[in-house]
């Protein structure tokens, strides 16, 4: 089966950093790819691990841990336009089969 | 730089309807996939398309809808008599490299 949890709600002040965990239950295991999603709006590609480690791309970082079945987005100085939901997802390794997560809404406030 | 475009952005139909979803995907990549979110939920993930053919659906996927790739361009999405329950927002995407870029949607509402 498959299962990935985030949590659901985080709120942050601008300026700030902000950790947004994902944990997965998975039968298998190819990439765990990170998106941000504005209301009404398509998700908007991120990151992406398949190895262990921190990969930074400019005020946005991704870490993966495999053995642990975790990783972590990392927001780096918040500005009010990064108030979105952000969603974790698996792809299997067998097809392209992308399992996502329920996302979590974070709210930057001023 | 180079995007997904969809069309239509809205389409409204009657239950038991055909409708079909238009997709083009980024020119150079190679895997396309097919997702559905309704409203307040999360992504969930239809079908994913390589090398003319579908490569992995779910279960939501059922005799209901099928994909064609009819030319060097165009990725279609087609549910053959809609259901109230199909009402979503409807993600085509496509993949090339590491990355996964997702079109803007198409937002069905059946009546």
């Known amino acids: 089966g498959q299962n990935i949890d985030q949590p659901t709600e985080m709120t942050a002040t601008e300026g700030a950093i902000v950790q947004i965990n994902c944990t997965y239950q998975t039968s298998g295991f190819n990439g765990l790819f990170w998106y941000q999603q504005h209301a009404g709006e398509a998700p908007t590609f991120l990151s992406y691990n398949v190895l262990d480690g921190l990969e930074e791309k400019g005020r946005f970082s991704s870490f993966l841990s495999r053995s642990k079945g975790y990783s972590y987005l990392l927001l780096k100085e918040l500005q009010m336009k990064d108030s979105a939901s952000y969603l974790c997802?698996?792809?299997?390794?067998?097809?392209?089969?992308?399992?996502f997560g329920p996302g979590t809404r974070l709210s930057v406030l001023p | 730089e180079p995007e997904v475009t969809q069309t239509p952005s809205h389409q409204v139909t009657q239950m038991g309807q055909e409708v079909i979803l238009r997709c083009v995907p980024i020119?150079?990549?190679?895997?396309f996939y097919w997702y559905r979110q309704i409203l307040g939920q999360k992504v969930e993930f239809l079908v994913s398309?390589?090398?003319?053919?579908?490569?992995?659906k779910s279960e939501i996927f059922d005799d209901q809808f099928s994909v064609e790739r009819p030319d060097g361009s165009n990725f279609t999405l087609k549910i053959r008599s809609t259901k109230l329950e199909d009402s979503a927002m409807y993600f085509c995407a496509s993949q090339g490299g590491t990355g996964q870029f997702f079109g803007p949607g198409t937002r069905l509402t059946v009546l």
């Open positions: 020119s150079n990549h190679l895997y």
């Open positions: 398309f390589y090398n003319n053919e579908i490569s992995e």
């Open positions: 997802a698996v792809r299997d390794p067998y097809g392209q089969n992308f399992v």
